[in-house]
């Protein structure tokens, strides 16, 4: 999809905007996903030359795992962002979107490591570990 769409932190301390296409959002139910936002994640995706920062007063990285940080409003705690330094695009938590974003979930990944207390009954894809889907639209 493309359009020009914006989307912050609660708090508004960080703020950007995508010129470009956005992936449709995967759900991501890993378990570091579980810890950094207390459920799954939903995420979109847009090449870096698309992604700009607006507001950043607020923004703090996190080193998750190697050569993979998070991004979140230090201010208000509002996820943001995972990025993998070597990938040509940056994830973006769909929650952080300014709506309407047009978006829509396509599929499921990690389910094998999703929480106990809820079940994907939506009927969409499920993957074992990072879909085709998302590798493909990562460039690997």
């Given at each position: ?133 998302a590798k493909a639209d990562h460039g690997q």
């Amino acid at each position: 999809m493309t359009n020009c769409a914006t989307g912050s932190c609660l708090c508004g301390a960080v703020k950007y905007q995508v010129t470009g296409p956005l992936r449709p959002v995967v759900a991501c139910h890993c378990g570091q996903c579980q810890k950094a936002s207390g459920h799954h994640v939903a995420a979109t995706s847009a090449q870096r030359q698309d992604f700009e920062l607006l507001e950043e007063q607020g923004l703090k990285w996190f080193s998750s795992s190697q050569g993979i940080r998070r991004g979140f409003c230090q201010q208000c705690g509002g996820n943001l962002f995972w990025d993998k330094a070597d990938l040509p695009s940056i994830s973006i938590f769909a929650g952080s979107l300014d709506q309407s974003s047009g978006l829509e979930l396509v599929e499921h990944i990690y389910v094998e490591e999703k929480a106990d207390y809820y079940q994907i009954t939506d009927g969409l894809p499920q993957r074992q570990g990072f879909s085709m889907t998302a590798k493909a639209d990562h460039g690997q």
